[in-house]
């Protein structure tokens, strides 16, 4: 079972739409959770942090979900200029030290 | 700033060559670290440095080596190429470890490597 998990999608929406994704991770002592976003053939871009009590910023959404053990990210009023893959993020110890695990990614494309 | 920056951006390999990878940032930035990023499998590190002269393995570091010889410059070095290494590999930098989110990490614009 893969440390981070995410639905691969593709997620098809119509502009003006409300999305929510789901990462689920396996490791309980994880303390740090990301969403990161990623154009296409582009390097990853740090979205947004997700804190315990949830945290938004403008038209995002992020929430942690301890007892479950997943992170979701919600996108209202959809712009094309969302379309994107979104990556989670989780620290998990790998090795000596806890690092970034990422999912495999959940991709977007908003539809005119 | 250019930030994270990443050479070649394309390369092309037989099975058996090697190359070495190229990554700077000009940000004096403590953590650097390598990816790759394969169909379906996400990121994964290859290795990381905390600092100069100091390296650790990530969660694939087989058939690659890195070196930190200055805060600026972070190679990693493909010793004998295989198809298996066909991949995206992403250079990121930041003040400390991202994990502990107290810090952004940056990627470079990627190298996309294919190994025949």
């Known amino acids: 079972r893969k440390e981070v998990e995410q639905d691969p999608g593709p997620f098809n929406v119509p502009e003006g739409a409300t999305v929510a994704f789901n990462c689920t991770y396996s490791?309980?002592?994880?303390?740090?959770f990301f969403w990161y976003r990623q154009d296409c053939r582009k390097e990853p871009k740090l979205l947004m942090s997700?804190?315990?009590s949830g945290n938004e910023d403008g038209r995002f959404t992020a929430q942690l979900n301890r007892a479950s053990q997943y992170i979701s990210l919600l996108i209202r009023d959809s712009k094309l200029s969302d379309s994107a893959t979104y990556l989670c993020?989780?620290?998990?110890?790998?090795?000596?030290?806890?690092?970034?695990?990422f999912g495999s990614g959940t991709q977007l494309t908003v539809l005119p | 700033n250019a930030g994270v920056t990443q050479t070649p951006k394309f390369q092309v390999l037989k099975t058996g060559q090697s190359m070495t990878l190229q990554c700077a940032q000009d940000m004096n930035h403590e953590y650097m670290s390598w990816y790759r990023q394969d169909p379906g499998m996400g990121l994964r590190l290859i290795h990381y440095?905390?600092?100069?002269?100091?390296?650790d393995q990530g969660e694939v570091p087989n058939g690659y080596n890195v070196s930190r010889s200055t805060t600026e410059d972070f190679p990693l070095r493909l010793l004998s190429a295989a198809p298996s290494q066909t991949s995206v590999y992403f250079c990121a930098s930041s003040y400390s470890n991202p994990s502990g989110g107290r810090d952004t990490q940056y990627f470079g614009p990627g190298t996309r490597l294919t190994v025949l």
């Open positions: 490791n309980s002592a994880s303390q740090s």
């Open positions: 993020a989780v620290n998990i110890r790998t090795g000596s030290a806890r690092q970034l695990t």
């Open positions: 440095s905390v600092g100069a002269g100091i390296t």
């Open positions: 997700v804190y315990s």
